[in-house]
DNA sequence: CGGAAGTGCTTAAGCGCTTTAGCATGTTTG
DNA sequence: CAAACATGCTAAAGCGCTTAAGCACTTCCG
């Protein structure tokens, strides 16, 4: 067990001081004007002994970590995980690193996640806000703390946000189901204030009044278990008999698929807000609101990265488009999977 | 914005030492003998004013983190997405955070980040090794710190492991497609010297062995795009006609199940180790070989805890069973999905 | 009644790094 | 030829916390 290498080491050992190392360490070199030939010695003997500097003691010096928080919905949805792999090689191109918690979209554990957060130092946050964190967000905002919220925003905090066109998607993916001929489009939602789910419903109300059709709406609890919500769909689908549903997130689709199965109607329509990788296994494939992912993941880190250089002090608000993925839903094809 | 409070306000504002605040803030009061009085005092200033240490130069000076550095081989597959959350619940109430990153069993990206973890001092690691990192790993052993890897293990690495029982699961899924009557099964699995991958290989051989079949194996790469795998099966299944499938992994399956759909050949029976949500939805539903995940995530921070505590210096193994769950797969029912 | 032990607190060092201020030199320049 | 400047480096303070050592006083006990 070789013992840690200090910086005060490399300068003894090269008999300079350790404000010319460090100097050279962070790239003063030329500012500081220390000769190219210490330069290179200090350098090549740092590379010799394999010298890795104590993160958290330039970390308690400087101020900065170079770690952004990245509070997420929940990380094993497909949609969210790709966003976070997507931002996590932004960043480390940019030198910056990523820690990400899921808040499973409950208020207490946001606020203890942004705690956590705060306690160690993270330089900024990217944050897909659950509902009831208001103040906690405004905390940040006050202690001039970077930030960015994804997905969703707060109304009336003005803050950086990227989200995508909630409205035109839901409206797409109704317009598009009622283009097919289907007379009984039904919106299956969850009870929520987030401004992504009341956009997804102004979408499908926009598109419903569009087409002179009458509304079906279900709404289900985020936090039941899935036993129950499976039910209560399966119920709401045996008593309207929609000929057509449109499922506000791809985890309610899912749900809603397993609900179907056991459901003696008619497979209706089906189109899901957020793709997955298993819709277009099913039969007929599932049609969906894909999210410009790649798209999001860059603005995030491009808004966060201009607040960190202290470059941009007025915030930013980006909505991006989404994408109606049209699968084959009326020609059912010959398929294994459909036994 | 108000700035943020010290350790030294609070003394000076009490009128006491900072030693004495910070023997009452780290439960040291009764030890070091500070009247319960003062304690009182103290803990209610602490409470009123809000005051969080600042974690940072808590850490350098103590040379802990508090924090487990999570090493995992994709956050987006819900086997390991699952095992994360309930690391991460087991250890929060043990008083430690997590941090996570994925690996894509990519052997420089498990490098770096196992490096990004030493440099951030986490505590101890919690490690799904990919190829190619044993040095590393040496390196972590030989340093002394505290350290669990799951999933697999390295052959001839004396570490703490928590695997489940690969060669058996393997063996049960074949045995049961045996049983069922299938003659042509085959085993689709990946290159990989991993030791999961071997166990699972081993046990697929055995149930061959046992019921005097012939092998049907076809091992695709890690690293291609779906496309090119999926291509890969659809070969080996026209050129095979297996009757029966074994999928060495669920995103293999899902792969599978993809150049399933678009084959001519009939349906055959199929087995995915390692379960999936949507699995049950398909018709026939799949079965698969589930691990054990609670108990994994237990038996994980359980070891790592013990090493941490340094009560315990001695390695440990563990293996657990996994558990085939068998679904309804030769009575296709009427089902939704099927169109 | 004097030394030992107990009580309740504080002083000061130091974790490993960054950074401000400044100290010798050598080189211009009016 | 002294003042002014440039060059190449260093001393030392300090980020916010923990902790070993110790100080002054009281109580106990043979």
């Known amino acids: 067990m070789k013992k840690k290498i200090l910086i005060s080491d490399i300068a003894k050992d090269l ?3 350790v404000t010319t190392v460090s100097f050279i360490l962070n790239g003063k070199a030329k500012e500081k004007r220390i000769s190219d030939g210490l330069t290179k010695r200090v350098l090549e003997y740092v590379q010799k002994v394999g010298y890795k500097p104590n993160e958290l003691a330039k970390s308690l010096r400087t101020g900065k970590t170079k770690i952004i928080g990245l509070v997420i919905e929940d990380i094993s949805n497909p949609f969210f995980a790709n966003i976070a792999r997507l931002i996590e090689t932004r960043a480390y191109s940019k030198g910056y690193r990523i820690i990400y918690c899921s808040t499973d979209n409950q208020p207490d554990k946001t606020i203890e996640l942004i705690q956590l957060f705060r306690d160690r130092h993270v330089d900024g946050y990217i944050i897909t806000p659950s509902e009831g964190i208001r103040d906690t967000i ?14 969703r925003y707060i109304p009336g905090l003005t803050t950086n946000y990227v989200v995508s066109d909630n409205v035109r998607g839901a409206y797409d993916a109704t317009a598009h189901l009622a283009q097919q001929g289907y007379k009984r489009i039904a919106l299956v939602t969850l009870y929520s204030s987030q401004t992504q789910m009341q956009d997804r419903m102004n979408g499908y109300m926009r598109a419903i009044d569009t087409y002179k059709l009458q509304p079906y709406v279900k709404k289900v609890n985020m936090g039941d278990d899935e036993a129950t919500t499976m039910q209560a769909i399966y119920s709401f689908l045996a008593d309207q008999e929609p000929d ?7 985890y309610i689709a899912i749900t809603g698929l397993k609900a179907l199965k056991h459901s003696p109607v008619p497979m209706p329509g089906i189109v899901s807000y957020d793709d997955h990788t298993l819709f277009k296994l099913f039969s007929p494939t599932i049609t969906a609101v894909s999210q410009p992912i790649e798209a999001i993941a860059d603005e995030l880190i491009n808004v966060l990265l201009n607040q960190l250089d202290g470059k941009v002090k007025e915030t930013k608000q980006i909505m991006l488009p989404s994408e109606l993925i049209i699968r084959e839903s009326s020609l059912p094809q010959t398929s294994l999977i459909t036994s």
Not at 244 to 250: D, G, Q, S
């Open 244 to 250: 057509a549903v449109f499922f506000a997130t791809n």
């Open 15 to 17: 008999g300079v001081s």
């Open 138 to 151: 405004q905390a940040l905002l006050s202690n001039q703390l970077p930030l960015v919220l994804f997905d």
